[in-house]
T-cell receptor, first 115, second 114 residues
Framework: AQKVTQAQTEISVVEKEDVTLDCVYE???????LFWYKQPPSGELVFLIR??????QNEISGRYSWNFQKSTSSFNFTITASQVVDSAVYFC????????????FGAGTRLFVKA | EPEVTQTPSHQVTQMGQEVILRCVPI?????FYWYRQILGQKVEFLVS????????KSEIFDDQFSVERPDGSNFTLKIRSTKLEDSAMYFC????????????FGPGTRLLVL
């Protein structure tokens, strides 16, 4: 069965600190996709990144970086030099063949960045 | 950039009333989805729709729910007789099937059942 676990319910940091959001996933498929979404207080889901299972290269986009490790089934997300505007709920998600490519979301991590 | 749109953005209804949530997927997309997010909880899959029929539905998607693509552009979710526990944010998503696994989400409709 497909599953996404975000063990951190809430994280609180002070502005300019680095913060890593953890994500562990479960799937029996060899072809799957992993995602991170940001949900600000306004409620919409903001797409951040998609990774397919065949591409384990880490990615950096500005202050955001992602570490995909198939050996540990993890897809962690790091924000460098956090800012108050980063405060939101962040969801890790999985989509795979067995699941018909529907998106399975983790429970989310609420990030508070204090000035 | 094309995007998924949803109307209304907010809806308040009385328990027992029918509601229809509307979505306009991206125009060349073929796969359509509805998700639900109860306040403070995770986003949950409700139903997927392809080729004018339901491909998959979750256990949440009971007989009170139905989906329809009434014309070439709209995709609707109907809740026949709303319950208090239907209060949630409802997200529509669509996919073209070629960027397999990537769905584009709409901004959501916040439904409040009183």
């Amino acid at each position: 069965a497909q599953k996404v676990t975000q063990a951190q319910t809430e994280i609180s940091v002070v502005e300019k600190e680095d913060v890593t959001l953890d994500c562990v996933y479960e799937t029996r498929d060899t072809t799957y996709y992993l995602f991170w979404y940001k949900q600000p207080p306004s409620g919409e889901l903001v797409f951040l990144i998609r990774r397919n299972s065949f591409d384990e290269q880490n990615e950096i986009s500005g202050r955001y970086s992602w570490n995909f490790q198939k050996s540990t089934s993890s897809f962690n997300f790091t924000i460098t030099a956090s800012q108050v505007v980063d405060s939101a709920v962040y969801f890790c998600a999985l989509s795979d063949v067995t699941g018909g490519f529907k998106t399975i979301f983790g429970a989310g991590t609420r990030l508070f960045v204090k000035a | 950039e094309p995007e998924v749109t949803q109307t209304p953005s907010h809806q308040v209804t009385q328990m027992g009333q029918e509601v229809i949530l509307r979505c306009v997927p991206i125009s060349n997309h073929l796969y359509f989805y509805w998700y639900r997010q109860i306040l403070g909880q995770k986003v949950e899959f409700l139903v997927s729709f392809y080729n004018n029929e339901i491909s998959e539905k979750s256990e949440i998607f009971d007989d009170q729910f139905s989906v329809e693509r009434p014309d070439g552009s709209n995709f609707t979710l109907k809740i026949r007789s709303t319950k208090l526990e239907d209060s949630a944010m409802y997200f529509c998503a669509s996919s073209d099937g070629t960027s397999v696994g990537t769905q584009y989400f709409g901004p959501g409709t916040r439904l409040l059942v009183l």
